[in-house]
């Protein structure tokens, strides 16, 4: 799918400037022209590789500079990976999506992943990893394994990125999803709201992924979890409505994309959440854990699934 326009920040500004309701219903309009209004992806996540990284991603309790209480875990084998995608399976997942706390990874670690992305393929899910920074062969190498989607988001604005991370530049996110493209995966890219951002580097942020070559099949729009021992633990809460434009905004320019109601859903009311679906967020994490912090548990989400109307996508896997 290629960029439908060029978007300036002028207008993505002047979506986010609308009044609500005005904007809920332009997303709804775009929403339905493009999408199944009454069907929700699920993903589910599964740490691989927890916690130590050298990166200083100042929302991250998996960064070695943090003081999170976290359990450090090496990169898992294949066959205990394989039974959390076998359970996310039989609980309705169609995607199954493995993250490592990774700068990037090194080539026996693509090894074992490759191993497990075949493994998980097999199952007739759809496979995202989300692993750090790229080369184009490694890339290629995931691609040969099976994988679909490479997740690697720019998180925010290039102008607030350094505010955020110091270890690694914007341009070099921007090479690997560079890299990603060119292997023929599938995109991931999002990014998190509530780190303390403006709303002008909302827009910013939703201007780069509109602009880019071609646009990401996959957005995740993150709530910031504060997690204790983290810089950014203490950040001011985001104005809900604030979040809810965000996620509109990402439908009207994305219009393709898949846009996921990402981390934060605990401390979501159901209400907030079905104001995201209505703003055109059409997937979800589920399963009871993202990658270290909760996520609300299976039952509550195919009640509140249930209580909408709104359908589990089918299993889009067999392609
Ligand atoms: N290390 C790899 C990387 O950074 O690309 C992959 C794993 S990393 C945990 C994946 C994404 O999780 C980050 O890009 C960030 O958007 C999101 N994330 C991490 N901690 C978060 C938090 N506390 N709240 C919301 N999103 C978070
Ligand atoms: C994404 O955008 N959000 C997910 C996934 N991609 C890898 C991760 C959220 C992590 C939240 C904090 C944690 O559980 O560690
Ligand atoms: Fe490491 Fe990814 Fe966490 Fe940054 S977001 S500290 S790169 S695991």
Not at 36 to 46: A, E, I, M, N, Y
Not at 109 to 137: F, H, K, N, Y
Not at 161 to 177: C, V
Not at 223 to 241: I, K, N, S
């Amino acid at each position: 799918m290629s960029s439908v326009r060029t978007w300036t920040l002028g207008e993505a500004e002047g979506l986010f400037a609308l009044p609500f309701n005005d904007l809920l219903f332009q997303a709804q309009q775009v929403h339905r022209t493009h999408h199944d209004p009454g069907s929700v992806q699920l993903s589910t996540l599964l740490s691989i590789k927890t916690g130590a990284c050298p990166e200083d991603c100042a929302y991250c309790p998996q960064s070695v500079r943090h003081q999170s209480s976290i359990e450090n875990e090496a990169l898992l084998p294949v066959e205990e990976v394989l039974e959390h995608a076998r359970a996310a399976k039989a609980a309705g997942a169609t995607r199954f999506c493995m993250g490592a706390a990774f700068r990037s990874p090194k080539r026996k670690d693509i090894e074992r992943i490759g191993a497990m992305v075949s493994a998980v393929r097999e199952l007739g899910m759809e496979t995202c990893a989300t692993l750090g920074m790229l080369t184009p062969d490694q890339a290629q190498e995931l691609k040969s394994a099976g994988l679909d989607y490479y997740n690697h988001n720019l998180d925010t604005s290039e102008e607030f990125y350094d505010e955020i991370i110091t270890t690694r530049t914007y341009q070099d996110r921007l090479d690997t999803l560079t890299a990603v493209r060119d292997a023929g995966l599938h995109v991931c890219c999002g990014g998190i709201v509530g780190m303390g951002e403006s709303q002008r580097d909302r827009a910013q942020f939703l201007v780069t992924l509109a602009n880019l070559p071609q646009q990401p099949e996959s957005v995740p729009i993150n709530q910031l979890v504060r997690v204790p021992g983290t810089p950014l633990a203490g950040t001011e809460d985001v104005d809900p409505f604030d979040f809810i434009r965000t996620i509109a905004v990402a439908r009207i320019m994305l219009p393709h994309s898949q846009v996921r109601l990402s981390a934060g859903r605990s401390e979501m009311s159901d209400e907030l959440q079905a104001l995201a679906f209505l703003a055109g967020a059409n997937s979800i994490f589920y399963g009871d854990k993202l990658l270290t912090t909760g996520n609300p548990d299976v039952t509550r989400d195919r009640t509140l699934l249930a209580r909408l109307g709104l359908r589990p996508a089918a299993d889009a896997a067999a392609n």
